[in-house]
């Protein structure tokens, strides 16, 4: 089956008579049992729950994994599932531009004397293998957020496996239509499901997806422990969401590309990062494996360097909101650096654009008239 396809089709109950089409939100702390706890078995509803369990078969056949996805109550949550893997005085090396949260997060780690972080350029193929030496786990995000940079996936997970070292892609750009990392040789993959594929920001919820079974149960015995899980009724959302993930995209992606088109043109406009766009860095790269579109985040710098400026801007925006998340079906905007603890690297002035499915020419004329008052300065 296509993926649009499985979208749509996964994670049904079973088709007998009188089933209900969609899986109901299974409200419980515990299950019913008799005699010895047999492998398998749900127990206890902080190891399972039937709603989960519709939703991680879903996300693992739409990345092509071998069991079912984890699912965890935050995409930060999968992350700390994730990185739980790094051993003890291990290293790991990750995108000097990674969503900001998985950098802090690192990085207490490392202050604790836990783990080292190597930060790499990650579009910086030969540098990021050459930091690899020693290493126990490469993080990758491409496209990254927010500066969308793009990794090579193949070489990356490549060099990375010659190497025994662990890799996890954060895959939230990407989502699983546009991008597999677990073909490409990726042990696991993580999601912020608050994103693409709940849709609606109306959830927060987060997944790993994990390329074989051993792994799998190490992560979800340490989310047992942890207990990091989501309430059964943000599962069913966020299934909810995936049903549509496919035409989301589509409209999105389309608005993305032709708004990167017109916004590069604009006068008031310095640079457009969209993979999309032919003379991007990361264009031939992101054609090569990224099957589809290249995603609807697009980052835009304005020639204005003042702060204040271009805050007034997105302040003046009406059809935008200006709210930080992406990957809903309104379209917001925000100034990156209006958070302290984005990297210094991300240019005081970048915007971040996530493309909903609105009307386009709303969204080109709202943005349009914000960038005519800059150029009017
Ligand atoms: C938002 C985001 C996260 C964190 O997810 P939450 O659901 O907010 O915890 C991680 N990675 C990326 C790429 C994100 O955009």
Redesign the pocket.
């Known amino acids: 089956m296509h993926r649009d396809t499985v979208v749509v089709a996964g994670g049904r109950p079973e088709p007998t008579h009188d089933a209900p089409v969609n899986p109901p939100v299974v409200l419980t702390s515990t299950y019913r049992g008799v005699g010895t706890v047999a492998e398998g078995d749900r127990s206890y509803a902080r190891l399972t729950n039937p709603t989960w369990e519709a939703f991680e078969d879903v996300l693992a056949q739409l990345e092509g994994a071998p069991c079912p996805a984890l699912s965890y109550a935050?995409?930060?949550a999968a992350?700390t599932g994730a990185l739980s893997l790094v051993p003890v005085g291990g290293t790991l090396v990750v995108p000097r531009h990674s969503?900001q949260?998985?950098l802090q997060l690192a990085r207490r780690w490392q202050d604790r004397g836990i783990f080292t972080v190597r930060t790499v350029d990650i579009a910086d193929t030969a540098a990021t293998l050459a930091a690899l030496d020693g290493a126990d786990m490469l993080w990758i995000?491409s496209p990254t957020?927010p500066v969308l940079e793009v990794a090579d996936l193949p070489a990356l997970l490549r060099g990375a496996r010659e190497r025994a070292v662990l890799t996890a892609v954060?895959n939230?750009?990407g989502t699983p239509l546009l991008q597999q990392p677990l073909a490409l040789g990726a042990d696991l993959v993580v999601h912020?499901a608050?994103?693409y594929l709940a849709g609606h920001s109306d959830v927060?919820?987060?997944a790993v997806v994990c390329a074989s079974q051993p792994l799998r149960d190490r992560l979800h015995s340490q989310r047992s422990l942890e207990g990091g899980i989501p309430g059964p009724f943000e599962a069913w959302l966020a299934l909810r969401g995936v049903r549509t993930l496919a035409v989301r995209l589509e409209r999105s992606m389309a608005s993305a590309a032709e708004l990167a088109h017109r916004l590069q043109r604009h006068p008031a406009v310095a640079r457009v990062r969209y993979p999309g766009l032919p003379e991007d860095p990361g264009h031939e790269r992101a054609a090569a494996q990224m099957h589809g579109g290249f995603g609807a985040v697009l980052a835009v710098v304005p020639h204005v360097d003042d702060a204040a400026a271009v805050e007034e801007l997105v302040s003046r925006l009406r059809v935008w909101t200006p709210a930080t998340?992406?990957g809903g079906v309104e379209s917001l905007v925000e100034r990156r650096r209006r958070h302290h603890d984005e990297p210094g690297s991300v240019p005081e002035n970048l915007l971040r654009l996530s493309v909903g499915i609105e009307n386009v020419e709303d969204l080109w004329q709202d943005l349009r008239a914000g960038l005519d008052r800059l150029v009017d300065r």
């Open positions: 935050s995409g930060m992350i969503y949260g998985t995000e957020n954060d939230t750009f912020s608050t994103k927060i919820m987060g998340s992406l």
